[in-house]
């Protein structure tokens, strides 16, 4: 396989940092460095992280030298102590960003707010990301639907894609939707993606890259640092990725580093390839 024409995406719920854990290796302050480790060994170029405190970005941001880290908090920066991000990280050696926003699940996704029912605002951050070795800009999208509320994360799946939409018919380009999504297969934010899109959004057509995974494999991405696999369970993390693109590997990470999880959540990473040799659009954005 020639990697020279891949692109490496992961979704990766880092686990906030509340300060305290009964075990100690729980902790951020033991996971940072092991987070780091993966991310940089992985090879991937695009990351999308899930519950990212500002604490946190800055640790992230010391260890992983050579990356941005690109987003906004859920609070716009007015709880710092409990201003969860949803960020994109991405290698910059291997790309270039040429735009980013983060936007709220909700009825009104311009300014601080959340949908009914949720229980904290909900965040999405989009950036465009000229990667090199393809020579095209991607659409990335990176979330982390409601945990608690039905509603509002069919409601959250559903402003993602009004956004999408909206951003294809300005430009269109390969489009990647990652995220710890708080659900499973058979839910409805899911089902509306693998099935149902076309219903409402006839010009966006979107693949689970767990279509690839033989189904005896496919597995629980939560474990709770317990390191446990379960053969047929269900995911709560997730990526998707536009008609643009083909799959060629996609993975639940589940091996301890020395002995630990640097998260409660396995990694997901998916290994993409686009179908036909892309425009160069690097001014796109």
């Known amino acids: 396989m020639n990697d020279s024409d891949l692109i490496r995406v992961i979704s990766f719920n880092l686990k906030r940092d509340?300060?305290?854990?009964?075990?100690?290796?729980?902790?951020?302050?033991?996971?940072?460095?092991?987070?780091?480790?993966?991310?940089?060994?992985?090879?991937?170029?695009?990351?999308?992280?899930?519950?990212?405190?500002?604490?946190?970005?800055?640790?992230?941001?010391?260890?992983?030298?050579?990356?941005?880290?690109?987003?906004?908090?859920?609070?716009?920066?007015?709880?710092?102590?409990?201003?969860?991000?949803?960020?994109?990280?991405?290698?910059?050696?291997?790309?270039?960003?040429?735009?980013?926003?983060?936007f709220w699940l909700s009825k009104n996704p311009e300014q601080l707010s959340r949908a009914y029912y949720a229980v904290f605002p909900r965040i999405c951050t989009v950036a465009e990301v000229y990667v090199k070795n393809v020579g095209c800009t991607i659409r990335v999208f990176n979330t982390h639907l409601d945990h608690v509320c039905g509603f509002a994360r069919t409601l959250g799946i559903k402003v993602i894609l009004d956004y999408m939409e909206k951003y294809n018919q300005e430009s269109p380009m390969p489009t990647v939707l990652m995220g710890d999504f708080n659900c499973k297969p058979n839910s409805r934010p899911v089902r509306m993606l693998r099935e149902r899109i076309s219903e409402y959004y006839p010009d966006l057509h979107l693949t689970d890259v767990y279509q690839s995974f033989d189904p005896a494999s496919l597995s629980n991405t939560l474990h709770n640092f317990s390191g446990k696999v379960k053969p047929g369970a269900c995911p709560i993390d997730y990526i998707f990725v536009s008609d643009d693109f083909e799959v060629i590997d996609s993975r639940i990470f589940t091996d301890p580093i020395d002995g630990r999880y640097p998260s409660d959540h396995y990694p997901l990473l998916a290994t993409l390839r686009l179908k036909k040799k892309p425009r160069d659009n690097s001014q796109t954005a």
Not at 55 to 61: A, G, I, L, Y
Not at 87 to 98: L, M, Q, R, S, W
């Open 18 to 102: 509340f300060g305290f854990a009964f075990n100690h290796s729980h902790r951020w302050m033991e996971r940072r460095a092991l987070a780091a480790q993966f991310i940089r060994d992985s090879g991937a170029t695009i990351i999308g992280v899930q519950e990212l405190l500002p604490s946190m970005r800055e640790d992230v941001r010391s260890l992983l030298s050579g990356y941005s880290i690109l987003g906004f908090g859920r609070f716009s920066g007015r709880k710092p102590k409990n201003d969860e991000h949803s960020d994109i990280i991405v290698k910059n050696e291997d790309a270039k960003v040429n735009l980013c926003k983060t």
